[in-house]
């Protein structure tokens, strides 16, 4: 499918009307409307020019999904305008004109006449073509009121309506695009061409001819236009755009870096790695703009609602034109106006955009400060979280184990931890790289140590031949179970560690323990403050892992998590997920996005750490934090919170001011000018209201 960017939308029914004009176009085959990302999917053969015209009605301007975002133009600038100042000039001359020769003189008649068909032209053209079609939309209800204020006499309401009709689309226009603009701006962050070498060669080249294993050259103060791997250079730079941290990052060579980011110091020369359109940056635009088509369970409710609700409030319009002259003997002219004012105040304009502007900014915002919320269904789902679970090893500490503590029973300390080192060289458990960076860190030669028929003991360690001499390196569990030659002073040594929140490797022979290494994964510096900030917020805080039980308590004391649930497998925290679901209702699983992909599914909202370097996480989360930082998760959550707190306002209030407003036929109270105001000043207000998520900050 070919993509556009469409300028101008003010509603989803208006983007609804559009895709439908789209799909009658000759040559397309399919066409799907993203109303939040401001953008149309065609399949098969059209041109821009065939778009403008299917967009017409509401003055559409297209352009190609890689063109740069144009300027745009204030709403008091807007050519479509012009015509709003004719008809209020004319709207102020008439009534002078009322005044000197009297309201009902052909002079201010024809003064509000011209006002009406200058202003609403377009408008009029629209609503009778939708009336024709028995389709009822905003434009519709206008359009009846409008003439019918004319055909009772009321002139200069009707031109009244008309003005503040125009001011008030330009006014949402404007609105919506401001919302838009978080996600537009971050198409800005790349440059569009940077400096390439290929062999001697130094040239600038637009971003969709640089090819991956291209050189980029990137300067002090300049912005990198792709992804790739730094060959030459040591830099410090800023990833605010992609990972929200506002803390310049260090780069040497053989670090990853990201498009969008800045180069603060260092010259670098930095190896392509992707193409444009799969950068990391690429990636986030896309997955926000897919997230703001997804529909929030709150937007399904309202547009189920707005469908049986507006033929409802054409037909009460009616009932209030006809029954009072006809049952009541009421005045036929006063009520029919009065039916024309309830027609105005059933526009369900500010009901139908109180939830998709507010999922559109709070996704927007997120974006910008690095964290991606894949829709509308997981925001909400965020704002309504009872308890958040975290994996212990990575997430709620650094991932990076290394060695504490040594203590030897008999023989060399160099010795033996060579032995270990050798062996563990051959096995895929997390704790064999900190032995094996100790051992480098000591300077030991451990590589020249032949090994000979290593095997993996399942779960519990691994065996070894060295020097025709049969070792075992493992868990403390490995010797107890299967040599039963653990000593009780040895067992103290080893629960005193355990209790410190450190995990116990042992190497031994068969008849003789011969050395107890004490490993620790560091505490993130952030995870005491955000687990305290999520209590705060009344939030459940459970740890899982995979670790021995002392160990994880000596980690979830530190860390402060109300429950720690140790020694799991993977299907054992998906199972634990599920139970906290039915007792909790909402629940966040956060981890890596890769080991923990059962919980993750599990959990109402899956949350992935660093998906910056992970395609996984981008793909497999319903939430990645971008940067490797717990931080983001209460910003998210309080993010979340806000955007439901908005979204239920705007639809109260929706209601609220139309109901009030239709109440005031009773006393025959209702005019042209309140219902107006009760329609378009809703919906301004539920728009501005949404446009609050921008200010939310860390």
């Known amino acids: 499918m070919q993509a556009y960017r469409v300028q101008g939308f003010t509603c989803a029914n208006c983007a609804g009307l559009f895709e439908k004009n789209v799909k009658e176009l000759p040559g397309v085959e399919d066409a799907k409307v993203n109303f939040g990302a401001s953008k149309i999917y065609v399949q098969g053969h059209v041109t821009i020019e065939e778009l403008e015209k299917a967009g017409a009605f509401e003055q559409l301007k297209i352009r190609d999904e890689r063109e740069r975002q144009v300027e745009h133009t204030p709403f008091w600038k807007q050519k479509e305008n012009i015509k709003v100042y004719v008809s209020a000039v004319l709207l102020i001359v008439s009534w002078f004109l009322g005044r000197q020769y009297g309201e009902d003189s052909v002079f201010a008649t024809a003064g509000y006449a011209a006002a009406i068909l200058i202003g609403g032209y377009s408008l009029f053209f629209n609503g009778l073509k939708n009336l024709s079609r028995l389709r009822f939309d905003m434009k519709t209800l206008m359009t009846i009121a409008i003439i019918g204020a004319a055909i009772i006499g009321e002139w200069g309401e009707g031109a009244t309506v008309v003005i503040l009709f125009a001011i008030s689309e330009a006014l949402e226009r404007y609105s919506m695009d401001k919302a838009r603009q978080s996600i537009e701006s971050l198409m800005d962050i790349a440059p569009k061409e940077t400096l390439i070498r290929r062999g001697n ?183 309504a979280l009872q308890a958040i679970a975290f994996d212990k090893t990575g997430t709620l500490t650094e991932g990076i184990p290394s060695v504490t503590n040594m203590a030897t029973y008999g023989g060399d300390e160099k010795e033996w931890l060579a032995i270990a080192a050798a062996i563990e060289k051959g096995s895929q458990h997390p704790l064999a790289s900190a032995i094996i960076r100790k051992a480098e860190e000591m300077g030991l030669d451990f590589q020249s140590v032949a090994v000979e028929e290593f095997q993996s003991i399942t779960g519990k360690g691994v065996r070894a ?198 109440l005031l036929v009773v006393p025959g109270w209702l005019t042209l000018w309140i219902a107006i105001f009760a329609d378009m000043g809703a919906t301004l207000i539920v728009t501005l209201n949404s446009l609050r998520l921008l200010r939310v900050r860390e």
């Open 201 to 383: 060669n130094e040239f600038m080249l637009h971003v969709e001819d640089i090819q991956i294993g291209d050189i980029m050259i990137v300067k002090p103060g300049q912005k990198l236009a792709m992804d790739g791997v730094v060959i030459r250079g040591t830099s410090a730079l800023n990833q605010a755009a992609i990972t929200g941290e506002s803390v310049p990052v260090a780069k040497t060579a053989g670090d990853e870096v990201f498009a969008g980011t800045l180069n603060e110091e260092g010259l670098l020369e930095v190896k392509v790695t992707k193409r444009v359109e799969d950068t990391t940056l690429s990636k986030i635009i896309h997955l926000v703009e897919e997230a703001q088509a997804e529909r929030a369970p709150s937007q399904a409710f309202v547009d189920q609602f707005a469908k049986y609700y507006t033929p409802a409030i054409v037909f009460l319009a009616f009932l209030i034109a006809v029954v009072p002259p006809l049952l009541l003997d009421g005045d036929w002219s006063k009520w029919v106006y009065q039916g024309l004012a309830a027609l105005v105040v059933g526009c369900p304009c500010a009901l139908v955009v109180s939830t998709p502007v507010a999922v559109v900014t709070a996704i927007g915002n997120a974006a910008r400060n690095g964290v991606l919320i894949k829709g509308g269904v997981y925001l909400e789902t965020a704002g």
């Open 465 to 662: 031949k060295v020097n025709g001499q049969t070792y075992y390196v493992g868990s403390p569990q490995l010797f107890e179970a299967e040599h039963q030659i653990m000593k009780d002073t040895i067992k103290k040594h080893i629960s005193a560690w355990q209790t410190e929140g450190k995990t116990v490797m042992v190497l031994g022979t068969e008849q003789a323990i011969l050395l107890l290494i004490a490993v620790a994964d560091e505490i993130r510096e952030s995870s005491k403050e955000v687990i305290r900030r999520l209590h705060d917020l009344g939030i459940r805080t459970v740890m899982l892992t995979g670790d021995n039980e002392r160990t994880a308590a000596a980690i979830g004391w530190q860390v402060g998590v109300d429950e720690i649930e140790a020694d799991l497998l993977p299907e054992d925290k998906m199972d634990f997920i599920k139970a906290l679901r039915a007792k909790h209702q909402h629940v966040a699983m956060v981890g890596d996005g890769v080991n923990d992909a059962p919980a993750l599914a599990a959990s109402s909202v899956g949350v992935a750490m660093g998906g910056a370097g992970t395609d996984t996480a981008l793909e497999t989360a319903d939430i990645a934090l971008m940067s490797d930082d717990l931080s983001k998760l209460p910003y998210t959550v309080q993010l979340s919170r806000k955007a439901l707190a908005i979204i239920k306002q705007n639809i109260t209030f929706s209601l609220a001011i139309k109901l009030a407003a239709l």
